[in-house]
């Protein structure tokens, strides 16, 4: 596709990167999509997402912390954690605002920062779809790097001696005490420099963008609708975030509502994909759920 090109701006002693895509009907575009990659992807790849909108809508990516060019500046330090308000404030101070509707895309841990958006500010948008979502279940290896104090140092013990590390991982595995796909995992987080900068910066950077399933339920059930739908895209063969994350909100759901099916105008959807979604297939595949609970 390549029909966007990377911008930059700060904001508040930030600053931002994203891929900006213009609409095809660029004299009369009428909504903009706020997205979000995954980590350790880039803001160009939601791109690849751009067949899910009509000819009026253009596309703001924006870059996750530490990918790209967002990031804090100093005096900020390194860590500093970003907070919703600051990141909505920072985008409508570079889109401006025109008139025209939001909609939030995300893919993966770029869905939480969505989903975190649409919890605290519901009324900036009139649809929001969050694909492999991620900030559903923390996991294991988050909470432990991320909240513990013994985990930050851990961390930087892997940082330090990634060899040893990766030694540890083979034994383990070795002696199945870890199945396959945790010591894929594990791996890909562990053996690459640039990557284990990214989860200690970018984990900690994120770490206000957690969703709270009361109030997220809530505001759910007073603010989405068929006419601002929400929708969970899973993929069927995704063992990184898999469908069955979704249950507890689905249920806290269907204590607020009097929906089964459509819970309040929103949506929990399988395609026939594991955790990577970008390729043509799968959002065509996408696409065709999504207009099946339009007809």
Same mark, same amino acid.
Not at 27 to 55: Q, T
Not at 70 to 75: R, T
Not at 107 to 130: D, V
């Given at each position: 596709?390549?029909?966007? !090109?990377?911008?930059?701006?700060?904001?508040?002693?930030?600053?931002?990167?994203a891929?900006?895509?213009?609409?095809?009907?660029?004299?009369?575009?009428?909504?903009?999509?706020?997205?979000?990659?995954?980590?350790?992807?880039?803001? &160009?790849? @939601?791109?690849?997402? @751009?067949? /899910?909108?009509?000819?009026?809508?253009?596309? /703001?990516?924006?870059? +996750?912390?530490?990918?790209?060019?967002? *990031?804090? /500046?100093?005096?900020?330090?390194?860590?500093?954690?970003?907070?919703? *308000?600051?990141? =909505?404030?920072?985008? %409508?101070?570079h889109?401006?605002?025109?008139?025209?509707?939001?909609?939030?895309?995300?893919?993966?841990?770029?869905?939480?920062?969505?989903?975190?958006?649409?919890?605290?500010?519901? !009324?900036?948008?009139?649809? =929001?779809?969050?694909?492999?979502?991620?900030?559903?279940? @923390?996991?294991?290896?988050?909470k432990?790097?991320?909240? $513990?104090?013994?985990?930050?140092? $851990?961390?930087? +013990?892997?940082?330090?001696?990634?060899?040893?590390?990766?030694?540890?991982?083979?034994?383990?595995?070795?002696?199945?005490?870890?199945?396959?796909?945790?010591?894929?995992?594990?791996?890909?987080?562990?053996?690459?420099?640039?990557?284990? #900068?990214?989860?200690?910066?970018?984990?900690?950077?994120?770490?206000?963008?957690?969703?709270?399933?009361?109030?997220?339920?809530?505001?759910?059930?007073?603010?989405?609708?068929?006419?601002?739908?929400?929708?969970?895209?899973?993929?069927?063969?995704?063992?990184? =975030?898999?469908?069955?994350?979704?249950?507890?909100? #689905? %249920? *806290?759901? !269907? #204590?607020v509502?009097?929906?089964?099916? $459509? =819970?309040?105008?929103?949506?929990? /959807?399988?395609?026939?994909?594991?955790?990577? @979604?970008?390729?043509?297939?799968?959002? %065509?595949a996408? &696409?065709?759920?999504i207009? *099946? $609970?339009?007809?």
């Amino acid at each position: 596709m390549n029909k966007g !090109e990377y911008v930059k701006w700060e904001y508040l002693g930030w600053q931002f990167g994203a891929w900006k895509i213009p609409s095809e009907n660029s004299l009369h575009p009428s909504k903009i999509v706020i997205a979000f990659h995954g980590f350790d992807r880039g803001a &160009k790849e @939601m791109e690849n997402f @751009m067949p /899910l909108y009509d000819a009026n809508t253009s596309m /703001l990516s924006v870059s +996750l912390l530490h990918h790209g060019s967002s *990031k804090p /500046l100093p005096p900020l330090p390194i860590k500093e954690p970003l907070h919703p *308000k600051l990141l =909505i404030n920072a985008i %409508e101070s570079h889109i401006g605002l025109d008139n025209v509707r939001l909609e939030l895309l995300g893919y993966s841990m770029g869905a939480r920062i969505a989903i975190k958006l649409f919890e605290e500010f519901p !009324e900036k948008f009139s649809r =929001i779809i969050a694909l492999a979502p991620d900030g559903l279940k @923390m996991g294991m290896l988050y909470k432990f790097v991320v909240n $513990t104090r013994i985990g930050r140092y $851990t961390w930087k +013990l892997i940082d330090k001696y990634p060899k040893t590390n990766r030694a540890i991982l083979d034994a383990i595995r070795s002696l199945r005490i870890i199945s396959e796909h945790k010591y894929r995992f594990g791996t890909f987080h562990t053996d690459n420099p640039e990557i284990r #900068q990214r989860v200690a910066y970018g984990w900690v950077g994120h770490k206000e963008f957690w969703p709270e399933k009361t109030k997220l339920a809530n505001v759910l059930k007073d603010y989405s609708s068929s006419e601002k739908p929400v929708y969970f895209i899973f993929g069927s063969k995704d063992k990184i =975030i898999p469908y069955s994350w979704s249950i507890p909100l #689905q %249920e *806290k759901l !269907e #204590q607020v509502c009097s929906f089964e099916k $459509t =819970i309040c105008g929103v949506y929990f /959807l399988e395609v026939p994909s594991g955790h990577v @979604m970008r390729h043509l297939n799968i959002v %065509e595949a996408i &696409k065709e759920k999504i207009w *099946k $609970t339009i007809g």
